[in-house]
C-alpha cells in the first residue's frame, strides 16, 4: 500500500506527539517546514519525518564517526528518498561539506520529483 505524500496536521501531531494544532504548527515553523493549503491544510510527509529523523541521524555520525554510513543505509536503506536526504544532512553534520546532486533517480515517480524540486530548487 503506498503512502501518501502529503499529510494533515493532525498526523504532523502523531509523528511530534503534539495535539493541539498552534503546538504542531509552531513546531513547523521552528523546523522551516512549509503547510500549504488546498481545501484543507497539509505538508509533505517526507519533510516531517526528515526532521524527525534528523537528530537520530546526526547522532549515529558522532556515536559511530567511521562507520555511520553504512549504519544508516542499513536502517534507512529502503526508504530511498528518506535514506538519501538524512544522508545528505549527515554529510554536512560530519564533514560541514555539502554534496551539489544526488545520486537518486526520482524522474521516474512525478510526487516525488516535485517534492525533491520544492526542496532543493
Known amino acids: 500500500m503506498k503512502q501518501s505524500s502529503h499529510i494533515s496536521l493532525s498526523e ?3 509523528y511530534i506527539n503534539r495535539k493541539d494544532n498552534r503546538s504542531i504548527k509552531k513546531w513547523l515553523r521552528d523546523h522551516q517546514i512549509p503547510i500549504h493549503k488546498d481545501g484543507r491544510e497539509y505538508v509533505f510527509r517526507l519533510h516531517v519525518e526528515q526532521e524527525v529523523w534528523r537528530p537520530f541521524a546526526e547522532d549515529l555520525v558522532k556515536r559511530y564517526p ?3 554510513q553504512p549504519r544508516l ?12 536526504l ?3 544532512d549527515c554529510l ?9 546532486q544526488f545520486n537518486l533517480d526520482i524522474s521516474s515517480n512525478k510526487e516525488h520529483e516535485s517534492i525533491f524540486q520544492e526542496l532543493y530548487q
Open 12 to 14: 504532523v501531531g502523531q
Open 66 to 68: 567511521n562507520s555511520w
Open 73 to 84: 543505509e542499513s536502517i534507512y536503506g529502503d526508504q530511498k528518498e528518506l535514506y538519501q
Open 86 to 88: 538524512l544522508y545528505h
Open 92 to 100: 554536512e553534520f560530519d564533514t560541514g561539506f555539502v554534496p551539489y
